[in-house]
């Protein structure tokens, strides 16, 4: 229905893989794991890649059929944020930055100059910049909005760890506690670099309440398992019921006209509400949406001087809104016209009794009535209007 932008269905998803990092700082490292760190993330990454070209292949008909896009989400930090986001950016996977501070003020925290240097440098190629509202009073909150925020931000976790529990508010153990929680699935990569990677995830034994490391929700980094989370994670549920629905949404068109104005009709006659043009144009809906996005960007981006790409989520949005407005107005029709006509039957029943010389012409007429009643209703049952 998004006829002003040019689109005859629904716009499909694009296959995207957002993987988030958290992990301890430079200091933390020794140096022979610091020079290992960036070749072992890589492979990680180029794993994930590997992945999920398989996954969207084997999924191609529930996605649009641009290539695979890989986002990395990292809060920048001296250590392995920033040795991931470089491996990613190599990688091309495109860069988005979620800062506890304001990042002036986050820059304070660097101490070494080569930091405060890949710091403005990956600043620099991120596509997106998130500054949270951090404060230095309450320095440990700020961190861990940071790392909430890369958990929401991503699909998958990686988590350079030592495994240790958390020994303050903020740090990567809480992070990876966060994660695991919501069900998002870590990449545990030990500091001692003595144990290969390891998939931290609880769907993996959903049964098991799983808070931390558990050997239950543990599995092998590799290609099968790496795949298994990536389905499970990016494709539709594997419900027939749901991928029914799916492609039912996805063979949507674009309709510039609503036949079924009984609802707003019956508004009018009440005094409710006035019978517009609107009533039974798409395009009124169109723009009424637009005002909609225009006063959104207005009252939320533009105030706050944020930069944000919508353009897809605006398009899918408008097709859900107006579908759905489409089909709340026609199962509204259907019930009035189902109403009305029974009142309609009744009093052609009443009037047998009146003229009943007529009485065979009266009982065609509920006969047709009735027919159209029972009609009505089995075609939105079909379509499910309700």
């Known amino acids: 229905m998004a006829r002003h932008s040019g689109a005859a269905s629904p716009p499909r998803v694009p296959f995207t893989l957002c993987v988030g990092i958290t992990g301890h700082r430079h200091e933390a490292f020794s140096a022979e794991y610091l020079s290992r760190l960036p070749g072992q993330i890589r492979d990680v990454l180029t794993m994930m890649m590997r992945g999920a070209t398989v996954v969207k292949a084997a999924a191609a008909d529930w996605f649009a059929p641009d290539e695979a896009r890989f986002v990395f989400v990292s809060a920048l930090a001296d250590g392995a944020d920033q040795i991931a986001a470089e491996a990613a950016l190599d990688l091309g996977f495109s860069l988005q930055a979620a800062l506890p501070f304001t990042r002036d003020e986050y820059r304070r925290d660097f101490q070494r100059a ?136 996805a063979k949507e068109r674009a309709r510039g006209y609503r036949a079924r104005i009984e609802y707003p009709l019956l508004l009018a006659v009440t005094g409710v509400k006035r019978f517009k043009p609107g009533n039974f144009r798409d395009a009124h809906c169109a723009a009424q949406i637009d005002e909609e996005w225009r006063q959104y960007r207005e009252v939320n981006l533009d105030q706050h001087g944020a930069e944000l790409t919508h353009d897809l989520l605006k398009e899918a949005y408008s097709w859900s809104d107006r579908l759905a407005g489409e089909f709340a107005q026609t199962y509204r029709s259907g019930h009035v016209f189902n109403f009305v006509l029974g009142g309609i039957a009744v009093c052609i029943g009443l009037s047998g009794f009146m003229a009943p010389h007529a009485s065979l012409q009266l009982a065609l007429v509920e006969f047709i009535i009735t027919l159209s009643i029972i009609l009505n209703t089995k075609v939105g049952v079909r379509n499910e209007w309700h």
């Open 114 to 249: 080569e930091a405060a240097t890949r710091f403005d440098a990956l600043i620099g190629k991120a596509d997106s910049v998130l500054e949270l509202p951090g404060t230095r009073a309450s320095e440990p909150e700020a961190y861990m909005m940071a790392g909430r925020a890369t958990v929401a931000h991503c699909d998958i976790l990686i988590a350079v760890w030592d495994g240790l529990p958390a020994r303050g508010r903020g740090g990567t153990a809480e992070v990876v506690e966060l994660a695991i929680k919501r069900g998002s699935p870590v990449i545990h990569l030990a500091v001692d670099g003595k144990r290969p990677a390891q998939i931290v995830w609880s769907a993996f034994d959903p049964m098991v309440v799983t808070e931390g490391l558990q050997a239950t929700a543990e599995r092998p980094f590799d290609a099968a398992h790496v795949e298994q989370m990536l389905a499970a994670e990016l494709c539709p549920p594997p419900d027939t019921q749901e991928r029914r629905f799916i492609k039912q949404f």
